[in-house]
């Protein structure tokens, strides 16, 4: 470290020297002016250490410098290096800039990945024909084809053909219902296989349905496990005593006769009848007797795809609830003597009685030392990182208290119902769940058992997709998650069959725009500045895409937000508005509270649904056209005909989430025989991305792993839910008569990167100007021009270049140019111009030169950027509109890209001739 008294320019000059004599690492200028020297000497006059430096720097050159500073004031500082794959630090404004300027780039790369794609839809089908032929031979198959290719339609004309019993579980009961139609109307008349369409419960079919409704309302659909529910009141420990009359139990017994059945996923997963076949009674032609054939498992064909592993997650809350309702129950020695009667019946004895209670008083201790145990988390800060739980200490216990537990009755109910307990039929008398403790139990043997943020999260296998994997059959998916694909190809006796089509009239741009609009946008302060943005960007969809023609998957706040906004005034069907103004309450933004007075405060909008219609020019056919990620990306077809559309934000959850995710699929990879390495979480930004097979590379500032395997993990269960959203827009069946644009505003995220794009269409790349970043450098910009057209003579002025400015670009009253930004960007003009002795014109228009690299990248920096720069600085008008539409800052993007045109292509007069 340098701690002589220089000017910051002599310091880097002499920096240079020292460099160039062999040194290294970093020199910084202290405050010491001067230098006193040994006094011993004699009388001396204190000498300037700047100067003193400077002459030897001139009269010795470098090497007198070199021994001056090793005998007095150089210290060498050798930074230690960053560990490998960790991001250089860097500021805040220096991220924001490099997200702006880093656009996709072309890696000169000739693509071949897409050369066995199907041009057309027509010689697809004849290949997802002939898959579905081969599966009938195969234990397993995978089916992968684009949403809107005919999937569901096939399967049921194979279906039809086939001689053994099957199952087609859909996402949900209208899909199931439209799948049963499909199939009786294809159904030739001399076809003799049976089809049924699963009904779920309902008021009609189900005497027990307010308490199927209360278990579902607590997000847990419980099926046939409902039947199963003990009544604590009155001590019957088991089935329903309504289940000889009961109309859903009927039908259950006409499902297992059918040979093709249908019914939604969540019923596949929780009602085990439904996988199996059993044919009718036949009479023994010798005997005259009827037998009822053996049980057959069906094949199981899931349409879209079902999650090879799931988890369960509980709050401090939920066990609190659990251990006091049990300790309840076991206070009452008269309602447990009840209970295990009816449980025994004449097998019951006092020995029995005696050991189940000392069973359950050891679980209950266990239980309440487990809770001990967690309660040590109980702040969320504590476990912003998954905190691993292995079996041991009160963990151990509670497992081997569990497996203790008598075989022949539980004081816990079948439910499946994993996080609380529920009230009995509305009752103050709380049903025990007991799914999550045994799911605890495996995911505890398993190291499947996490602490984060507070909450209990258990990993477990997937119900539908262990049953799919047991009994055999196809998965049809458009996006099959890299998982799925890894187990089935692992077999010997299963295959994964592809089938790709180009869709030339689905164009889908991604709006790079220095910004992520992920879900951190959408907390506290942020919140009103991203709706804003989103705003602008839906509107400007609408003018393109027309009136209730235009289409846009957003992130469920954004959503919800709109729906109150927008449409809290209209009819309510499938209770959509109520469920956006619950999850508002939820986060304490339901209309008529602070934070949404706030937020309509600063949007500038009314409190009134149909005021805010008008003034912002958005219809309710356009609010009902906006869809959210974590629903409306799966399973319908309502925007097939939309004439535009757009996706908002990227379903990126927090890195930690992919941590407890990928140990999971570990371990049940690790149970088909595939093993992954084990990743601790560590993430790094700036990775370069090859994206659209090859022929792209995106430098992202998402955070991604840096194990492979867990970085393809991210990006492929990621994109593939980007995929499925795009799928809404059926590209494969568009014509050049319904061609559709989407618009991605997805930051720089790497969309459709290779070996994981599901099948995504080409992506075209676009820099927006209606970033916050285009705003400052439009302030930036503005000032230094005006600076730069002040003449020799005339003095900054801090008010009127200020009043300039605002005067000329016309802002509006909350973005205009302040006291403060103008003082700050006038003070690096002059920095600039001290640094580089140049004049405040000079430096100003240097400036602005530097400044052009924030909307356009340098021509130079890669093959045929010079085209790409000069095409959209000649179509700035176009460009301009396109991205920020209409008003103030529409006009000061115009004004500045303006300013850069003039500063980039406009030549140099020709200097006159001598004379």
Not at 437 to 452: N, P, Q, S
Not at 602 to 622: F, H, S, Y
Request: charged share 25%; proline share 6%; aromatic share 6%.
């Amino acid at each position: 470290m340098v701690t002589i008294g220089l000017t910051e320019s002599e310091v880097e000059t002499i920096k240079g020297f020292a460099q160039a004599a062999g040194w290294y690492g970093i020199m910084q200028r202290a405050t010491v002016d001067t230098v006193l020297p040994n006094v011993s000497a004699g009388p001396v006059q204190a000498i300037t250490h700047r100067a003193q430096a400077w002459d030897i720097l001139c009269s010795q050159g470098v090497e007198g410098l070199k021994q001056h500073l090793t005998a007095t004031t150089l210290t060498i500082y050798k930074p230690e290096r960053p560990a490998q794959g960790t991001a250089p630090d860097q500021k805040p404004i220096h991220q924001a800039v490099q997200r702006f300027l880093q656009t996709a780039q072309p890696t000169g790369q000739t693509r071949t990945d897409r050369d066995h794609w199907f041009s057309s839809l027509g010689d697809a089908s004849l290949v997802l024909d002939e898959s579905l032929e081969k599966a009938t031979h195969l234990h397993v198959a995978g089916i992968v084809s684009q949403p809107g290719q005919g999937k569901t339609h096939a399967v049921l004309s194979q279906m039809l053909v086939n001689d053994f019993p099957e199952l087609l579980v859909t996402p949900t009961v209208d899909l199931a219902s439209e799948a049963y139609t499909k199939i009786t109307e294809m159904m030739p008349k001399d076809c003799d296989r049976t089809v049924r369409l699963h009904v779920p419960r309902g008021p009609d079919t189900c005497a027990r349905y307010p308490k199927v409704m209360l278990l579902q309302d607590a997000n847990r659909g419980p099926y046939a496990q409902a039947c199963k529910m003990a009544d604590l009141n009155d001590s019957i420990p088991g089935d329903c005593e309504h289940a000889e009359n009961c109309a859903y139990l009927q039908g259950l017994r006409l499902d297992n006769r059918a040979e093709i059945l249908i019914a939604p996923h969540a019923a596949a997963a929780s009602d085990s009848s439904l996988l199996s076949w059993t044919p009718e009674a036949a009479r023994d032609v010798e005997t005259g007797e009827w037998e009822n054939g053996e049980s057959v498992e069906r094949r199981v064909a899931v349409d879209e795809g079902t999650p090879a592993a799931t988890s369960l997650m509980l709050n401090h809350k939920n066990v609190d609830d659990n251990i006091s309702t049990l300790i309840h129950w076991l206070s009452k020695p008269t309602w447990i003597r009840s209970r295990v009667k009816g449980a025994l019946g004449k097998e019951f004895t006092e020995e029995k009685l005696q050991k189940n209670l000392e069973a359950y008083a050891v679980f209950r201790d266990a239980l309440t030392a487990l809770n001990t145990e967690y309660s040590k988390w109980r702040d969320p800060e504590k476990s912003r990182t998954p905190i691993p739980i292995r079996m041991s200490g009160a963990w151990r216990d509670i497992v081997d208290a569990y497996r203790k537990l008598p075989k022949d009755l539980t004081l816990m109910d079948g439910s499946t119902l994993a996080e609380r307990p529920v009230l009995n039929n509305g009752k103050e008398v709380p049903i025990i769940p007991k799914q999550w403790m045994a799911a605890l139990v495996e995911g505890l043997k398993d190291r499947m058992v996490w602490i984060h943020n507070g909450n209990l999260v258990i990993g477990k296998e997937g119900g539908l997709w262990k049953n799919f994997m047991n009994q055999g059959g196809q998965n049809l998916d458009a996006s099959m998650g890299l998982t799925q694909k890894a187990i089935i190809s692992h077999r010997d006796d299963s295959a994964v069959y592809t089938i790709p089509v180009h869709q030339p009239h689905l164009r889908v741009i991604q709006v790079i725009d220095g910004q992520q609009h992920g879900k951190a946008a959408l907390k506290g302060h942020a919140l009103p500045s991203e709706v804003r943005k989103f705003m602008v960007a839906w509107k400007r969809m609408i003018t393109t895409g027309g009136h209730g023609e235009t289409a846009g998957l957003v992130h469920k706040d954004i959503h919800d937000l709109m729906t109150a906004i927008f449409l809290r005034d209209q009819p309510d069907p499938d209770t959509a508005i109520q469920k956006a103004l619950t999850a508002l309450e939820k986060k304490n933004r339901q209309p008529g509270s602070k934070d949404w007075q706030n937020l309509l405060r600063t949007l500038g909008m009314p409190d009134d649904p149909a005021r805010a219609r008008t003034q912002c020019d958005i219809t309710v056919d356009d609010a009902w056209m906006l869809g959210h990620w974590g629903k409306d990306d799966r399973g319908h077809n309502r925007w097939k005909d939309a004439k535009a559309g757009f996706c908002w934000g990227v379903p990126y959850d927090p890195i930690e989430e992919y941590q407890i995710r990928y140990a999971i699929h570990r371990v049940i990879m690790a149970r088909y025989g595939i093993a992954w390495p084990e990743w601790d979480g560590s993430v790094t930004r700036g990775q370069v991305i090859l994206t659209n097979g090859g022929e792209t590379s995106i430098t992202t500032n998402f955070p991604l792993p840096t194990v492979t395997e867990a970085r393809a993990f991210v990006l492929d269960s990621v994109n593939a839910q980007i995929a499925q959203g795009i799928g809404r827009w059926r590209g494969v069946r568009r014509t050049v008569e319904n061609a559709v644009e989407l618009y991605l505003f997805m930051g720089d995220f790497p969309v459709a990167p290779v070996g994981h794009d599901h099948m995504l269409p080409d992506i075209e790349y676009v820099t927006d100007l209606g970033s916050a970043m285009a705003k400052k450098a439009t302030k930036e910009v503005s000032v230094m021009q005006a600076i730069a057209e002040l003449s020799p003579d005339q003095r900054v002025v801090m008010e009127a270049i200020r009043e300039a400015v605002n005067n000329a670009f016309g802002f509006d009253p909350g973005d205009r140019l302040g006291r403060r930004v103008s003082r700050a960007i006038t003070n690096k003009v002059m920095a600039y111009a001290r640094k580089h002795h140049l004049s405040l014109q000079e430096a100003a228009k240097a400036l602005v030169r530097d400044i052009q690299d924030r909307f356009l990248p340098d021509p130079r920096t890669f093959p045929e950027a010079a085209v790409y720069y000069l095409e959209r600085l000649q179509d700035r008008g176009r460009w301009c509109r396109m991205f920020m539409g209409t008003g103030p800052w529409a006009d000061a993007a115009k004004a500045v890209v303006d300013m850069l045109y003039e500063a980039t292509f406009t030549p140099e007069p020709p200097v006159p001739p001598p004379g």
